[in-house]
């Protein structure tokens, strides 16, 4: 057999003739340049010059020559002059058929690899390493965790469709996560198999689910969650409608002030909070005031808003848009298409303001007894469609814009008014104000004009002309499941006092512009808070012969409205009797231990130390008084 048919086919191999002629070349110059040398020593050796430099001798550049003809000759060895077949099957590790063997090495490995990686559960498919592929190795990157990009905000799409493929490689879609151990739920989450927000869909059991997304979260931050409870709620409320990606639910505590005659009718008020002393304090408040006969409280103005901004390509068009929308006929028109989109909602109306070629409009909307953020986006959709057949130039920018204006404080909110527009007015006799208020008619009505009045105008406030109306903005809010972040703007109030008609008792009043409140929608159905809002007798829609949409959160409006009146009177006393501290240092503060009698006997008096001095103050100590 040849050395010819011992060489496996089909292998790449050099191109050897091109390195024969390039050995057959250097061989020419080397052989050329020794008899060039040899023919010409003799003329060059008898016509030496004075100036035997090198650089200039013929021999330099020769030998020049020489020495690279030699270098090549020692660096390939003459690889023509060696059998090229013999070279090729060399069993040296640096011969070409082992970096044949190497490549098709890698190759097979490569394979063997991609099987392995299908049948893994963790997420080794994503490493690349293409240098050790040893089952060692893969193991090592199967327990590794890597960053969560599964949510179902923060995905990575690249990332997500890679392990799509992976998925539908191995067949994983058809696992059965409802017949597997809580284990090995949380297996796949780790391997990113399967996504936390994905549990309630793929186990039916919501409670079940929040438990398996605690393991996993408590895996990730390292951290116990055993103080926050999860067991014994109605997590079906709460999927698709209030919250995501839930691991429990945080209880604060409720407590309940009243009575408080509204309008001739005794109501009990709902608050959750964590702030001591206010819910006593709002108790006092109801207290006096219906001791004094009660509350009064109406509303002036029922309607929600949404401001799309939408933008013309010139002013002089949006001035025109401005113009088209004031016309009566085109309001109608607009008007039918908003209503069409709801059954309680009825558009109020539409406010156009122009700012460059940008129109906000701002839609005003009765939204029944739901706060109406929703319906009135759905109105104002429709309505806009109907525009832009009219202006075909017209960009919706954002249905948004920011002059409606939602969870920010807003100067237009506090003189056009949101949601319900309410003013509540009492008159408390000088006798309740001594005996259950501890204070003066004078000193509040003082009291009242230099905080909430001048101090608030002092420091440049918006709607903030009260003493603490957020604080039972807020806690009547979490109880009866409104948005809390609409506190912001429901809190827009102005507190009042001053002498009543009789020049004796108290007259005071709280006009709140933008009471955003709803009894349907939202949190409203979650148990908790819909047993609040029966506290109330405000649950759900308004019923009755005589009932018309919206009747329970107008009255809902008027209690917190009640609320915050019984809070800014109770407050307004303790300060003007200057019995604030003293009143949270009793119910907002743990009573300190008692220091051991040994203790105390042990224990030398403290020098007096003397007060501390304002660096930006000057020393006044030299004046005498009345100087």
């Excluded at 270098?71 to 082992?98: C, H, N, R, T």
């Excluded at 058809?174 to 989450?189: G, P, T």
């Excluded at 009242?448 to 420091?459: C, E, P, T, V, Y």
């Amino acid at each position: 057999m040849t050395k010819s048919e011992v060489r496996s086919h089909g292998e790449p191999q050099p191109k050897w003739v091109v390195l024969q002629v390039l050995n057959v070349v250097v061989i020419f110059i080397f052989i050329g340049s020794i008899a060039y040398v040899v023919m010409n020593y003799p003329t060059q050796f008898s016509d030496q010059t004075d100036s035997p430099n090198a650089l200039t001798n013929i021999f330099f550049p020769i030998m020049i020559v020489w020495s690279l003809c030699l270098a090549y000759f020692l660096g390939f060895f003459g690889i023509s002059f060696v059998d090229k077949e013999e070279l090729s099957q060399s069993p040296s590790k640096f011969g070409l058929d082992e970096v044949h063997k190497q490549v098709e090495a890698e190759k097979e490995a490569k394979k063997k690899a991609i099987v392995s990686k299908t049948q893994l559960k963790a997420d080794s498919t994503y490493d690349h390493s293409l240098m050790n592929f040893s089952s060692q190795h893969i193991a090592a990157r199967q327990k590794r965790i890597e960053a969560r990009n599964d949510t179902a905000i923060c995905s990575d799409s690249s990332l997500e469709k890679a392990r799509a493929a992976a998925r539908e490689l191995a067949g994983k879609d058809d696992i059965d996560y409802n017949s597997l151990a809580d284990e090995e739920i949380l297996a796949h989450l780790l391997e990113g198999t399967l996504k936390d927000y994905q549990l309630e869909k793929k186990l039916g059991d919501y409670e079940r689910a929040v438990g398996v997304r605690r393991r996993l979260y408590e895996q990730l931050t390292e951290r116990g969650m055993d103080q926050i409870p999860y067991t014994g709620y109605d997590y079906g409320k709460v999927f698709g409608a209030n919250c995501e990606i839930v691991v429990g639910y945080v209880p604060i505590p409720l407590g309940v002030v009243g009575p408080l005659v509204l309008n001739g009718e005794a109501v009990y008020i709902p608050m959750a909070t964590t702030e001591g002393c206010l819910v006593a304090s709002t108790n006092r408040g109801c207290k006096a005031l219906t001791a004094s006969g009660g509350v009064c409280a109406v509303v002036l103005k029922d309607a929600i808003t949404r401001a799309p901004c939408v933008r013309l390509p010139s002013a002089m068009r949006a001035a025109a848009l401005k113009l088209w929308v004031s016309q009566p006929d085109h309001y109608a028109e607009l008007e039918a298409a908003f209503n069409s989109t709801t059954n309680f909602g009825r558009l109020a109306g539409i406010d156009a303001t122009v700012a460059g070629r940008n129109v906000y409009l701002r839609f005003a909307c009765m939204s029944g007894d739901a706060m109406g953020m929703n319906m009135v986006s759905k109105g104002c959709l429709k309505a806009i469609e109907v525009l832009e057949r009219e202006f075909p130039d017209l960009v919706l920018i954002a249905i948004s814009g920011n002059m409606c204006t939602d969870k920010k404080p807003a100067a237009i909110n506090w003189i056009l008014g949101r949601g319900k527009s309410i003013v509540v007015e009492a008159v408390v006799p000088e006798s309740i104000v001594k005996s259950v208020l501890k204070s003066s008619v004078g000193d509040m009505i003082e009291t009242n004009r230099q905080k909430n009045l001048i101090g608030s105008a002092m420091a440049g406030s918006v709607g903030g002309f009260n003493a603490h109306a957020a604080n039972i903005v807020t806690a009547v809010y979490l109880a009866t499941g409104q948005d809390p972040a609409q506190n912001v703007e429901s809190s827009n109030c102005l507190t009042l006092m001053e002498l009543a008609e009789d020049g004796k008792s108290l007259h005071v009043s709280v006009t709140m512009p933008s009471v955003e409140v709803g009894t349907v929608g939202g949190g409203t159905h979650l148990p908790a808070q819909a047993g609040c809002l029966e506290i109330c007798g405000v649950r759900g829609a308004s019923k009755g012969p005589n009932a018309q949409p919206g009747d329970n959160a107008r009255k809902l409006a008027q209690i917190v409205g009640g609320a915050v009146l019984a809070g800014e009177l109770s407050l307004i006393a303790a300060l003007a009797a200057n019995h604030l501290v003293q009143s949270h240092m009793q119910h907002n503060r743990k009573p300190a231990a008692a220091p051991a009698v040994a203790e105390v006997a042990d224990k030398k008096p403290e020098a007096p130390r003397m007060p501390r001095k304002n660096a930006s103050m000057p020393d006044l100590t030299h004046m005498k008084a009345g100087i």
